[in-house]
């Protein structure tokens, strides 16, 4: 397999997709590609074929099976530790799954929206008393904090250790310190947790990790440090999608100035906008992979058990058979045609995953982000950034669509 391509394909350039996957639709759309370590698991580009490949219970998500596509050697080396339920096939991963989906569904979301919004209030009050002479990083000052505070309100950690929590996690996750740094940082949040499960021990709460404690651990159905993995997922697992998801957004509507003055004229394409802004750049494109439990046939190839496949989202959302003009970045794409849009379907769009591993905080994201982008603009209508596009700090052209700093003034 010599002329296989490697794998993750480049972005060319800031958030464009690899130019890779329009010609793998049109010519080759279930393919090989080669890993960092030899591997050739299968990719997978259409929408209908990645909607088979995660609806299909032959395939398997369990990470410690021979053959699961891992794409670096950090991945390979964690995908040994005990799994939580991201990592899981029925009927184990429903069975964890719905343990935390309550705290995260529609009805629990709306419930928070008054504390999302306020959130974000106080966060943009402290930003505009803080700067407006000289640029400020948006991401440092709004959209990290943001999210971070929201699920560590969920989990029920104290207010006055959210902002050294939300530090270790920057740390953890944004690459800007080192692999030791960061794994420290990981230990610390994992120490902190197991010191929380501890407490809600003694003493339940009203939060995730009570919940967690009084109707799992002390039943027997799991363990302390299940509970630990587990609240320590729900808190790394959106992390860095949510804090891109805003940057994204903040720079899709300043490069579309009309779209931008149609949203803040009218708050109810705020939940449209939020759909094309997840369509457009799925910020999770490589969590979608899976490995053949038995031999499968998939669009005339056959796949055998142990071969790893990955399912590219990323690709999926932008499939000219399901997407009109895929390639244009359009508020109204998800707006019924009797009020002037497209009329395209928003749960088409892969930017949450599918199937049964679907995003489980889909509806606290969009929530989150649904309140971002009917406050920011109408806060501050002469935000801008103080760098040009081109010049912005995207993320490396490999990994997932990123924005890690965003010098604003207003
Ligand atoms: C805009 C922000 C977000 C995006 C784009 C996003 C994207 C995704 C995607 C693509 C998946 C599917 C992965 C797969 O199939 O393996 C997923 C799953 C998941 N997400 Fe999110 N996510 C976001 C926010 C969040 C937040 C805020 C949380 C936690 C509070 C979260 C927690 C999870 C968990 C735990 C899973 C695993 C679900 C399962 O395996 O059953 N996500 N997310």
Same mark, same amino acid.
């Given at each position: 397999m010599s002329s296989v391509p490697r794998f993750p394909f480049a972005r060319p350039? /800031? &958030? @464009?997709?690899?130019?890779?996957y329009a010609n793998l639709r049109a010519t080759n759309p279930i393919s090989r590609v080669e890993l960092w370590d030899g591997s050739h698991p299968w990719l997978v580009v259409k929408h209908k074929d990645v909607i088979s490949v995660l609806t299909d219970n032959r395939l398997s998500k369990q990470r410690n099976r021979p053959g699961f596509p891992e794409m670096s050697a950090g991945g390979k080396l964690a995908a040994k530790n005990k799994p939580t339920f991201v990592d899981m096939d029925p009927p184990d991963h429903m069975q964890q799954r719905s343990m935390v989906e309550p705290l995260f @569904? /529609? /009805?629990?979301?709306?419930?928070?929206?008054?504390? !999302?919004?306020?959130?974000a209030d106080t966060l943009l009050d402290k930003m505009i008393a803080e700067g407006c002479e000289k640029p400020v990083d948006l991401v440092e000052k709004f959209a990290l904090p943001l999210p971070s505070y929201i699920i560590y309100g969920i989990l029920?950690?104290? +207010?006055? @250790? +959210?902002e050294f929590l939300t530090q270790q996690n920057a740390i953890r996750s944004n690459g800007s310190g080192t692999a030791s740094e960061a794994s420290n940082a990981a230990n610390t949040l994992l120490e902190y947790i197991g010191q929380l499960v501890q407490k809600r021990l003694q003493e339940p709460k009203d939060d995730l990790i009570s919940k967690l404690v009084v109707e799992q651990v002390k039943l027997g159905h799991i363990n302390e440090s299940d509970a630990i993995q587990i609240a320590f997922l729900m808190l790394v697992a959106g992390n860095a999608t949510m804090v891109n998801m805003i940057n994204l957004g903040v720079v899709s509507l300043l490069q579309n100035p009309d779209q931008l003055a149609k949203l803040i004229a009218d708050p109810t394409l705020t939940s449209p906008f939020v759909s094309?802004?997840?369509?457009?750049?799925? %910020?999770s494109a490589m969590a979608t992979r899976r490995v053949a439990k038995v031999d499968i046939e998939l669009g005339g190839h056959q796949i055998k058990?142990?071969? %790893? !496949? !990955?399912?590219?989202t990323q690709s999926a959302s932008r499939d000219e058979d399901v997407f009109s003009d895929p390639e244009v970045f359009d508020i109204l794409r998800f707006v019924?045609?009797?009020k002037g849009g497209r009329g395209e379907d928003w749960f088409q769009g892969? %930017?949450?995953? &599918?199937?049964?591993?679907?995003?489980?905080?889909e509806s606290l994201a969009r929530g989150e982000l649904e309140v971002v982008f009917s406050t920011l603009f109408q806060r501050l209508p002469n935000l801008q950034l103080t760098v040009p596009f081109e010049k912005i700090s995207w993320s *490396? *052209?490999?990994k997932d669509v990123g924005i890690t700093e965003l010098p604003v003034t207003w």
């Open positions: 350039q /800031a &958030w @464009d997709p690899p130019v890779e @569904d /529609a /009805a629990a979301v709306e419930k928070l929206r008054p504390h !999302i919004q306020k959130t029920g950690v104290p +207010l006055e @250790d +959210l094309e802004l997840c369509r457009y750049h799925v %910020g058990a142990g071969e %790893g !496949i !990955i399912a590219a019924p045609k009797e892969m %930017g949450f995953g &599918w199937g049964e591993h679907r995003c489980v905080a *490396p *052209p490999t």
